[in-house]
């Protein structure tokens, strides 16, 4: 049985019931923006952006600086050879850094830091705050692959003038696939962040999962089992230099090495799309189901 | 509609641990109740269930008679809450966390601005409204923390231990800023494990202890809670007040039960029977021209339940 006492005498409410400030609570989505857009404001004015910004400025000065001083002639004669050289190995590399630095304590720390208390407290589903944050952490990833973007482009127009621009789609291209493996990734970066409460476990494992772990099992995969590890990120992800450098052989034997393989461009697409979607739905669903004890 | 909550069969387990033994409540109308209970006796496990931050292991909360449960989205959508110490993002500064919480909840930028010009004056943070949270002290996050929750201009209040990280000039802010809330429509439920801050600003009482409700009540029925319809009233006059004169006329007095000193100038009266007996009393004092300056129902009084109840709980 209820415990319950009269109400006040004189009371009841002149403010809008339920019914009448539901219609004024925007809908998932448009909420998911709003939040987006001041998460990426603070994202913008923290030292993890700055942190950033400065390992994209230590790589395009690394690059920079060697293609400079070695003058490659293979590569400065080129569009798609210098794009293949310079945008797609130092791209897929921040991209991982951008995920991690960003991402890696997304979910987690709205546990960790109690930010989820001020946000779980309003009108907002919690798919809302993952959709939200998701958005925010593409938004500032983004901008930094931009800045070395342009630091590539600025190197490619240095050096090829007007011939920097020639089949700038097959550089389009390329860069459509590096944001197909930013979103797996950050599916993947995301689902960890889920599962933990703690945000330095999170950015732990998908650090040394990318770092060292997927190496380790993509060896060990062809090693032993003689077999194509197909199901890895960081096998899929070469394929964002194919439209700069050709596609390769798939397989290729060789006597000394042992056998290689290359995904195809469906095999990697259709593998970095997959992680997008379970990872990114997988780490909602644990993340519905996480308790602010 | 009064706004209402309601938590029916609420049950909470943590593993073999059952923090919430199906707690029934409900609250209903324009009015603040007083949450008490000692440290893990279940009152923040119940708030957290009101703003769907866990998970009932059975039962159910309601908000006006929306389930958090099956509709947060709308049930949280004429409430403002504040739940342990959130943290705000903290390169955003409190002007722009309000309009964040204001954006979500579907206001109108022109209603956010005015909005958030009245609750930051309030909470007396007008002047850091446009500094960086990250800089701020743990007291005041707590009043931004404040300021958003009464942003919308809420139905129902949910508070957990507001003055939580306050000092003791924040504390009786706060206490004032509730008391202020009180004035206008809406229900309040407000945690607390501090007596004087329920006394000071709650219509009523809900004890709890070990995750079972102890009661539920008013809080001017609370004294008689003691035993016998007594209820005990506190008295202080200009110049001290001897012995001779407490045990005589004024122990004599019908509506006396008994009396303690508290210090010269200060007693605590045992009142037989209500309000009514308490009136007849206060102009009796005021009539044996003693030079009473103060008569209040006393503060113990609700300490002495919370702590019979606590005990019998123990025992």
Known sequence: MSVSLPAAAGTGSTLPGPDGTLGSVPGTWRQAVVLSRYQFRDYLRSRRFVLMISIVAVVGAILTTLVAYFRPAGLIDNANNFYGGLWAGGATFLILFAGIIFGGDAIAGEFQNKTGYFLMGLPVKRMTVYAGKYLAVLMASIVSILVYLAIVLGNAVYYLGGGAFNDVGQLLASIALALLYLLALMGFVFLFSSLFKTSLYAVLVVAVMFLFGFTIIQDVVIGLTGTEPWFLLSYANQVIAYPLTGVPAHVVHNPFTGTTYNPTYFEGIAVMLGYFVLTTLGGLVFFEREEFT | MAPSLEAVGLTKRFGGFTALDHLNLKLDGAKCVGFLGPNGAGKTTTLKMFTDLIFPSEGETFINGVSVQKDRKRALSVCGDLIETPEIYPSLTPREALEMSGALRGMRPEEIRSRTAEVVEE??????????????????????????????????????????????????????????????????????????????????????????????DQLANVASRLGGGVRAVEAEFVTPVDDPTLAGPIASLPEVAGWSRLDPKRVTLQVKGGPAEQARLLQKLAALELGLVNFRESRSALEEVYLREISVGDA
């Not at chain 2, 802010?173 to 007596?195: A, D, P, T, W, Y």
């Not at chain 2, 709650?202 to 409700?213: N, P, Q, T």
């Open chain 2, 123 to 216: 909470v007396k943070m007008s002047e850091w409204v446009d500094q960086k949270v990250g800089r701020f002290s743990k007291g005041m996050k707590q009043r931004v923390n404040i300021a958003a929750s009464l942003l919308s201009d809420p139905e129902v209040v949910i508070l957990d231990e507001p003055s939580t990280g306050l000092d003791p000039r924040g504390m009786a802010e706060v206490r004032n800023i509730v008391r202020g809330l009180k004035h206008e429509r809406r229900l309040i439920f407000m945690s607390s494990h501090i007596l004087s801050e329920v006394v000071d600003v709650c219509d009523e009482v809900a004890l709890i202890d070990r995750g079972k409700l102890l009661f539920y």
